[in-house]
T-cell receptor, first 112, second 116 residues
Framework: GENVEQHPSTLSVQEGDSAVIKCTYS??????FPWYKQELGKGPQLIID?????GEKKDQRIAVTLNKTAKHFSLHITETQPEDSAVYFC???????????FGGGTRVLVKP | GAVVSQHPSRVICKSGTSVKIECRSLDFQATTMFWYRQFPKQSLMLMATSNEGSKATYEQGVEKDKFLINHASLTLSTLTVTSAHPEDSSFYIC????????????FGSGTRLTVV
């Protein structure tokens, strides 16, 4: 089955700096890659997603890039703010609507 | 936007009893819902895929007789933890996708189960 690896497991950045989280996946048939933000005691919230027919997608301070050949995708957060502090998860599925496989998560701390 | 309501948010039960968790899609119909389990500081692990009107599909290693899933309508799926033990204590999260028009997976707010 699909295996998703996520790095780093923890990331500490200064407010205003950028944060980058990287994920690799094993199943070349995967074609939907969402990113979620999870705050303590809450369910994950979708922040951005990308499908395999697109190499990059941006939404304000957040961007995701996808390299299908290398089977990896990355989350970029620019101009980080303290409220960006949370756990971020990448995920992959073979089709939109199929089961998701999650990465191990990255705990991001933005220091003011 | 799509909203999934999960109840209860917290529950404490005694060993040996059963606990039911509800997952409702409030503003869309969901033929398919997913149930996850999350231990502290760990990732989400898929337990089962719930399909309206049919049996759930359980992931390898998940006991179907212990974690009963019922998806009786297009807006409600329930997870019942039967004969709960302390090792069942965890954070349980559901997600749903719309029957028509995929717009992403919407997650519930989770249920913190503590078995004493």
């Amino acid at each position: 089955g699909e295996n998703v690896e996520q790095h780093p497991s923890t990331l500490s950045v200064q407010e205003g700096d950028s944060a980058v989280i990287k994920c690799t996946y094993s199943d070349s048939a995967s074609n939907y890659f969402p990113w979620y933000k999870q705050e303590l005691g809450k369910g994950p919230q979708l922040i951005i997603d990308i499908r395999s027919n697109v190499g990059e997608k941006k939404d304000q301070r957040i961007a995701v890039t996808l390299n299908k050949t290398a089977k990896h995708f990355s989350l970029h957060i620019t101009e980080t703010q303290p409220e960006d502090s949370a756990v971020y998860f990448c995920a992959a599925s073979k089709a939109a609507g199929n089961k998701l496989t999650f990465g191990g998560g990255t705990r991001v701390l933005v220091k003011p | 936007g799509a909203v999934v309501s999960q109840h209860p948010s917290r529950v404490i039960c005694k060993s040996g009893t059963s606990v039911k968790i509800e997952c409702r899609s409030l503003d869309f119909q969901a033929t398919t819902m997913f149930w996850y389990r999350q231990f502290p500081k760990q990732s989400l692990m898929l337990m089962a895929t719930s399909n309206e009107g049919s049996k759930a599909t359980y992931e390898q290693g998940v006991e179907k007789d212990k974690f009963l899933i019922n998806h009786a309508s297009l807006t409600l799926s329930t997870l019942t933890v039967t004969s709960a033990h302390p090792e069942d204590s965890s954070f349980y999260i559901c997600s749903a996708i719309p029957t028509q028009g995929f717009g992403g997976y919407t997650f519930g707010s989770g249920t913190r189960l503590t078995v004493v």
